[in-house]
């Protein structure tokens, strides 16, 4: 049933239902079955449709500022921008202004509803740069704000919760990043003529909690069933509690993604788009992680720490551990997975040690020796990570490659088992000779694969309300 909007402030769900929203949902998917790669309109014989599209775009926004009023200088730099595309003969789009506009990190409050529209790819989804629709609220749990404000700043990180999206989002994407946005550099206001034109500096990046959540859920509950894995009650309340899981992968997102620019690091290892071996991709992520389990595992011990923040940290280093054994090294493709490599590994090293062990088709981990043993890990990535400062680039690549490889079993042909590597030639040359597949599935994970496929497909264009109404639909079945 459509609802008529109101001038009382709506809820969330109650904006959903609203006819605004839906219009600008149908105007959106009438725009992107229109639009190339670039989120150009090609055709001229398309214009007029794609003119009515956008039009109702802007007329919605309008509508919709009302109840975002936080917002209204981005909703009016959006119409503004889409008016300007119109005008401009529906080429490549520039939201450069809209972009710039919008500022979720300064509203972080929770509950907070933001209405997002952007030409823009989602990771994990569409690599096009096609209109796409969010309806989406913050999440920003009390000891969230608390761990922020004190020890783990992150001034760019937004937590948030779908209500609603168009086809793009309809994936495995979990993220709302600015750097998706169709823009086009810019000299800056103030700054002579022959300057360079330059992009905006990004000032917030959003994670998506309760998708991750609930396909953690989905996926680990799956696994666990199939390895017959005996959990710790708190754990089993992680996987059974959707808003625990959720406020869970906030904390573990906090902390790992501000991870990145932090530590002795090979000079910006990541952020920075240059083409390198995808396995190191993996570890970078990887190193994140298990900064983020160890920071738990301090929580957990500090005496200052509150009863919240000590039962969520201890959470976090069980989300880590089963995201990172059960779901990564099995979703996606094997071309390039870097999370699928990261996961391997700390399975690996995780039974290598002597702490999960795989007996009688039955998986077992000691809980007493895990804090521990993953500390162990992360100190190994961040002693590659302090020695490769003073090395050479392939130097710091062949060194984790070995790294790995002492835990991984490289595939028989990989060019790193001989050293017959270009290293006379240029990095990329290096990195044209990884395998796409350089570290294959052990069998344990070729077996465990082929019975957790289902849950992982499951997962496609998940949400916390959608993975609650299927676990309903099922209880009253």
Not at 410 to 423: A, E, I, T
């Amino acid at each position: 049933m459509v609802s008529p909007i109101s001038t009382k402030a709506l809820s969330a769900r109650q904006l959903r239902e609203s006819q605004p929203w839906i219009t600008l949902k149908d105007s959106c998917h009438r725009l992107q079955g229109l639009q190339a790669a670039d989120g150009s309109v090609p055709q001229a014989r398309d214009h007029k449709a794609a003119r009515a599209a956008i039009h109702d775009i802007t007329e919605s926004l309008r509508e919709l500022a009302a109840h975002v009023p936080h917002d209204r200088a981005y909703l009016e730099a959006c119409i503004a921008d889409c008016e300007a595309w119109v005008q401009s003969g529906l080429g490549v789009p520039d939201f450069y202004d809209s972009l710039v506009a919008f500022h979720p990190e300064k509203t972080r409050i929770d509950g907070t509803l933001h209405v997002v529209v952007f030409p823009m790819y989602t990771q994990n989804g569409s690599n096009q740069r096609l209109c796409e629709a969010l309806l989406c609220e913050t999440m920003w749990p009390d000891f969230v704000a608390g761990l922020e404000a004190g020890a783990y700043g992150n001034a760019l990180f937004v937590p948030v919760r779908f209500i609603d999206f168009t086809a793009g989002y309809d994936t495995n994407s979990a993220v709302l990043f600015p750097e998706s946005v169709a823009i086009k550099p810019r000299v800056p206001q103030g700054a002579p003529a022959d300057a360079p034109a330059v992009l905006p500096a990004f000032t917030w990046g959003g994670i998506f909690a309760d998708r991750e959540a609930a396909r953690f859920r989905c996926v680990v509950d799956a696994g666990v069933e199939i390895t017959k894995l005996e959990l710790p009650a708190a754990a089993r309340e992680l996987l059974d509690n959707q808003t625990l899981a959720e406020e869970t992968f906030v904390m573990w997102d906090l902390i790992h993604d501000r991870t990145h620019m932090r530590g002795d690091l090979p000079f910006d290892p990541f952020m920075i788009k240059q083409r390198m071996p995808f396995y190191l991709y993996g570890l970078e992520e990887l190193r994140c992680d298990l900064t983020a389990f160890r920071e738990a595992v301090t929580l957990v011990g500090d005496k200052k720490s509150s009863a919240s923040v000590k039962k969520h940290a201890q959470l976090v280093q069980y989300a880590v551990v089963f995201d990172r054994i059960f779901r990564f090294p099995l979703s996606g493709s094997r071309v390039r997975n870097y999370d699928s490599v990261a996961g391997q590994l700390l399975f690996a090293w995780l039974h290598q040690k002597g702490v999960l062990h795989w007996r009688d088709t039955t998986l077992a981990i000691d809980w007493e020796q895990l804090p521990a043993t993953v500390v162990a890990l992360s100190d190994r990535i961040n002693d590659l990570y302090w020695a490769s400062i003073d090395r050479p680039k392939i130097v710091h690549w062949i060194a984790a490659h070995d790294l790995i490889s002492e835990v991984l079993s490289p595939h028989p042909g990989s060019r790193f088992l001989s050293k017959d590597l270009p290293v006379m030639g240029a990095p990329s040359d290096i990195t044209d000779a990884v395998l796409d597949d350089e570290f294959p599935l052990s069998m344990f994970y070729e077996a465990l694969g082929a019975k957790l496929a289902p849950a992982i497909a499951s997962t496609k264009g998940i949400t916390g309300e959608t993975h609650l109404e299927k676990e309903t639909a099922k209880i009253v079945a």
